[in-house]
Structure formats: C-alpha cells, structure tokens
C-alpha cells in the first residue's frame, strides 16, 4: 500500500484536486439554488409541499442511473457529473434551508413584520441570519455526501485527459487496473477530502453564525 | 428630559364599526368594534382568550386586516396610508422574544431607524438616549438580548417600540412573561414615562389587575370579539355593564375600586378634621385606599390619621371606616357629591 502510495502520490493529488473541483462546483450550485428556493418557500410558508416533495423526489433517484440516462441525453463529461451532483445535493440543502427558516420563531418574525419590515428585509435582517447554523448543517452533510459520490465521473465520462483533471473515480472505478490496494488509497483520499471541507464549512459556520446567536446557544445549552 | 426623548406626543385612535371575519368561519373575530382611544391615553383590551383582544390590536397596524369599518389613527384611516410606512410610525412591543437574537441592544432599538436611513450616528445616539429612558446601562448597548435579564428585554423592547419616537404604541402582553415582582416594577416604570411622552396607547392583557393599573380607559371584549363594555377603571369597577363584565372585574370589585382612589382624595372630601384618638394608626396620603383599609383593619382602630407623604409627622386630616365604605359605595367617586347607589349585579 505504501508502495502504491509513494508510486502514485502525485497523481493521486491531481486526482484528489479533480474530485474537490467537481464537488466543490455541484456544491456552490446546489448552495445558491437550494438556500434562494429554499428559505423563500421557508420565508412564505407556502408551497413547501411541492418543494419538499420534489426535493424527495429528486433524492430518491439513483445517481448512476441518472447519468446513463443523461448520457443518452446530453453525453459524456463535466456537464453530466455535474448535474447528477448537484441533483444529489440539492435536495439536501434546500430542505435544510425551508426548515431553518421556518424554525425560526414566528414571534419573532411577526414582530420583524409589526415594526414595518418589508419581505425581503425580514428574510435578509431576521430569518437568514437566525437560520445560518442549520442551512450550514445542511451544506456540511451535501459536501460529504457529493464528496462519496464524485468517482462516479468515471461513468459520465469524466476521467483524465489533457486540460481535465478527472477525479478519483479514475482509480475507484478501475478496480481490474489499480488493485484492491489503489481502491482503497483513493478511497482513503477521498474521505479525507471529505472530512477536510467538512471541517472549513464548519469554520465557515462559526464565521457566518452572528455573535449573537452564538451566545443565545450557549446560554440555552448552560445549565439553568 | 421630557423634549428630548419625545416630539410627538399620542394622536387619537378610532374604530369605527370595525368587523374581521376569518376565512372559513362563520363567526366574526371582532364583531362590530367601535371605540375611540382619546389621544395620550393608555387602553387596555382585555377579555378571554378567542376574545379576540391581540386581533383588534394587531388591526391597527394591519398586521390583521379587518373586512368592514374604519381604524383612524390621528384623523386619517390605516388603509389610506402605505402599510410600510404605517407600521414604521406604530410602536409595537410583543411578548417574549420580540427582540432579535443575532442583533446588539444598540442595533435591535436601530432596527425602524435603520429601515427609515438614520445615520449611523443619529441611531447610535438616539439607542444611549433611549437606554437612559428606560434606565438601562449605556453599556448595554454592545450587548446581546440573551446577556440580559427578562426585565432587561422588555425594556429594551421598550426602547425599541419608541425608536422613532411614535404617536401610537401596540403593546401585546408586554410584562406577561416576567416574574411579579419585575412586573410591577417595569408596569410602574412605563406609568412613569407615559406621564412625560403621552404616546397613545393600545395594551393588551389578560390580567384584569394589569388593566386597572395600566388603562386609563378599559375595553373589555367577549367571547366572538364583541365589545362588553369600555370605561374607566372605575365605570367598570363600580357599574359594570352586566353580569359578565362583573364577573370578569372580579367578585372583589369594590376592594380593586379602593386602590384607584388615594387617602389625601378623601381626606380632601372629608372636610373638617376631627380630633383621632393619638393611639390611631397612620398612613401616607399618597397610599391606596386600599392600604388604608387594610391598616385600619389590622390596627382595630376605626379612624386613621392621614400624613403628609415627605413628612409623617404632619398629620393632614383623618379618615372613618365610614368614609372608606360610601368611597366603593358611590357610583361616581370623582363628583362625590352626586351619590347614586351602583347598579347591583
């Protein structure tokens, strides 16, 4: 294993960059669509039925699946992986999203409501500052879940080649090349991958989580 | 003080024949409310729960929106004005936690302004001016609301509700959550300051005893948002409108009439001093009737002699047990000349 390790060290990196790249792009994506669909349908309190559902829905789809459908429709490469992630993550971060805002205390809002702000200045001042720590729970846990599921650019694919990084699907998805052994490195890398950016959102969160907040929890979880 | 922290005082609110139905329901919330809160007043809505009290306070900043009727604050309808700018111009104090958590005092008493463009300074300097209003600590400024205490809150959402210094104030069971002794306190504290801004104002409560103390006129609501009666504490205590409205005073009408009234009122009607045994007990003037009567009660004694309220040595005049009695008995306690006899319940 060390052997294999030292042999393809720096592929390996190149490899582990490829794979961060493409989680990391379905991941911004999934981010701005799934927190704007999201806390506005938490902001309304409406239509949460078909933005939860549809967010079921689309989790519920196979990610292999969709790419061999996607094949035939769009074809092989970035785009593909791409939407697969991001149909993956998606979800996730959205249903985060709609619960955090609506978590947030309806007396709360209402009197945000009674002083005259208007929608988007409640949404803004009051509901998204007070839901950052659970939609950031939300983004943490569709890193890790993107992160898992990047090798699979192999099968849309995505694999190295001049000007494209490729992801670690290249070594995970070629058992009969690579061995059990590189299997298993690339996995390792890709766990540490994941539990890498895992930790930067969750400094992220501490960053975005406003001081008030922070103090509000603490003093909740204090003994009486 | 008193120019510095407020330029407008109360305007007069209005209903008129106001009526909001829920969708779906047969039965109105608020059925047919007129009345008018004179300007600089404090009312209090009371009632039972699905009396629909917080309902006719949150139509006035249309938080609500009411199908029939009329609300006029200062003259002009709450329809004919932008509903932004509308609820910018309403002080309004919640229960709970109306304050925002993520925010400092300072920036929680800068929301309106902030929303209105104040300058960074101008909010700055009117939230140390509104923490001295309501006797907090400039330091408290950089604070956050879960650093304070409930009472420290509720001032704060004081402060906030008169950022921008607002005719009208909702207040909706402003000190229901905080401990008796705060409660009186922060109750005592705000008769204070409305006696130096005169905002009008619209209180909800459940507590008829906070509404006795805290209204100048009363507004007691039933079961479907019908209005029972609305009066001064002292209509309702002494003629209340029917069963229900004495039934909601409370069976110890005639003892909550007594603490509207002060000994020096009545050694005042009393007249001429009569001579008190020197053993009888004494009691400031500016004490409850209801003190009195609980001294006298407690000394055995059937005169008491009144004192000044600095100096209790300066005996002012006395009072009988007598006098206590025709003070509840007479239905019009202000003109105590003109005694009838309150329409029994």
Known sequence: MIQYLSDNFSRLLVLTLGHAVLSLVALLISVVVGVSIGAYVGHLRRYSFLAINLGNVLRALPTLALIAVMIALIGFGFVNITIALVVLALPLILTNAYTAVTGVDRGMVEAARGMGMKDLEILFQVELPNAIPLIMTGVRTAWVYTVATAYLAIFAGYATRPGQLGSLGDIIGNPSGEGTTGVLVAAAFAIVLAFLGAGLITLAERAMTPTGIKLSRSAAMAPA | MTEAHSQRPGVEIEFRSVTKTYPGQDTPAIDNLSLTVPAGDICCLVGPSGGGKTTAMKLVNRLIDFNEGEILIGGSGVRDVDITALRRDIGYVIQQVGLFPHMTIEANIGVVPRLLGWSADRIKARAVELLDL???????????????????????????????????????EPFGALDPITRNEIQDEFLKLQNEIAKTVIFVTHDIDEAIKMGDRIAVLRQGGVLAQYGTADELLGSPADEYVADFVGADRGLKRLSLRLMRDLVKVSGENHAAPADAPTVKGSATLRTGLSVLFASGSRVLKVTHDDDSATVIGTVTLDQLQDAVYETAPKAPTDVVVAGEA
Request: hydrophobic share 40%; aromatic share 6%; glycine share 8%.
């Open chain 2, 134 to 172: 309501v006797r907090l600590d400039q330091n408290f400024a950089k604070r956050y609301p879960s650093q304070l205490s409930g009472g420290q809150q509720q001032r704060v959402g004081l402060a906030r509700a008169l950022a921008v210094d607002p005719p009208v104030m909702l207040m909706d």
